[in-house]
């Protein structure tokens, strides 16, 4: 996979999708302080730390010039209202998983739809994937939706540990070939 540049936008009719750093950590706090938010990451502790997620967006430009993850802040109207990502690249740069949250506020509006749409685009065009993976908790209906939408193959059911919720959740896993 040939790394791409730290410059890299990817612009939609209504957004614009940047490379996330330092600077978002305290608008993606105020998101994540958001129960409904939070309780659909199983990754995300509720409520959220503040140095935890600074550190975590501090690491953000490392994990790009590594290869590992390719995380962008989603702005609309030069506010970030969210971040898509796509991380756990595997070592042959072939296979990543997507991952997206938004403020409540901006929910229902088709941006988490929009944005991933170019995110998919960029993945399998110029990063050079092959195949991107997905999951979601059971209970999210509009998760749920947006994997149907895009052809995604569900590929089987897990409980995994959710952070927010102190539980098990079940899991749905999916996967889009290019
Ligand atoms: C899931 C999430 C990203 C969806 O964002 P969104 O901008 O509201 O999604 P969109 O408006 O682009 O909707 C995508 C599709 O899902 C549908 N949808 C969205 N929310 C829905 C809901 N709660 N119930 C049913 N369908 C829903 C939309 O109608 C749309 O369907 P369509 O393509 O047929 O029109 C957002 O709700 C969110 O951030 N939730 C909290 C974090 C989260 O769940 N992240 C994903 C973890 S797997």
């Known amino acids: 996979m040939l790394l791409p540049p730290r410059s890299t936008v990817l612009t939609t009719d209504r957004l614009l999708l940047r490379p996330s750093d330092a600077g978002d950590a305290a608008r993606a706090f105020e998101i994540r302080s958001d129960p409904a938010v939070a309780r659909m990451l199983s990754l995300a502790r509720f409520p959220p730390d503040g140095d935890e997620t600074a550190d975590w967006f501090?690491?953000?430009?490392?994990e790009w010039a590594e290869g590992l993850a390719f995380r962008f802040a989603i702005e609309r109207h030069d506010r970030m209202?969210?971040?898509?990502?796509?991380?756990?690249?595997?070592?042959?740069?072939?296979?990543a998983e997507i991952g997206v949250w938004l403020e409540q506020a901006c929910w229902g509006r088709g941006y988490a739809g929009e944005a991933a749409r170019a995110v998919v685009d960029w993945a399998f065009g110029p990063l050079g994937l092959r195949r991107i993976r997905a999951g979601h908790a059971a209970?999210?209906?509009?998760?749920?939706?947006?994997v149907e939408t895009f052809g995604f193959r569900h590929v089987g059911d897990v409980a995994v540990p959710s952070r927010s919720r102190g539980e098990e959740v079940l899991q749905r896993r999916y996967v889009l070939e290019r």
Do not use: F, K, T
């Open 58 to 62: 501090a690491d953000h430009p490392r």
């Open 81 to 95: 209202i969210g971040l898509i990502d796509l991380d756990d690249v595997s070592v042959d740069g072939r296979e």
């Open 139 to 146: 209970d999210n209906a509009g998760s749920a939706r947006m």
